[in-house]
Nanobody
Framework: EVQLVESGGGLVQPGGSLRLSCAASGFTFSRHAMSWVRQAPGKGLQWVSG????????TYAHFVKGRFTISRDNAKNTLYLQMNSLKSDDTAVYYC??????????WGQGTQVTVSS
């Protein structure tokens, strides 16, 4: 059974940092690209960042580029998202998603990130 479990969310002040983790199981993690996607209150899903299987290829949405860093540890079957210089607009539920044949086929349950003073 494929499982993706996010953690690391919470309440942080503007300008602060958080590190999200996504623990993967039930599939060969190292063979799949992964992404982070978020959903702000009252809004649709928004792609944030993606990473290839080896971790040496990353892409970012323009609104997080330079502030967020995606990474992965294939030995630990874990995906990460380091978020710095957080803004109130980053408030959202953050999901990790498994990529298969160019589509997201599994999602985690999400972790809430709230940026507020």
């Amino acid at each position: 059974e494929v499982q993706l479990v996010e953690s690391g969310g919470g309440l942080v002040q503007p300008g602060g940092s958080l590190r999200l983790s996504c623990a993967a199981s039930g599939f060969t993690f190292s063979r799949h690209a992964m992404s982070w996607v978020r959903q702000a209150p009252g809004k649709g899903l928004q792609w944030v960042s993606g990473i290839n299987t080896d971790g040496d290829g990353t892409t970012y949405a323009h609104f997080v580029k330079g502030r967020f860093t995606i990474s992965r540890d294939n030995a630990k079957n874990t995906l990460y998202l380091q978020m710095n210089s957080l803004k109130s607009d980053d408030t959202a539920v953050y999901y990790c998603a498994k990529v298969s044949d160019g589509e997201y086929d599994y999602w985690g349950q999400g972790t809430q990130v709230t940026v507020s003073s």
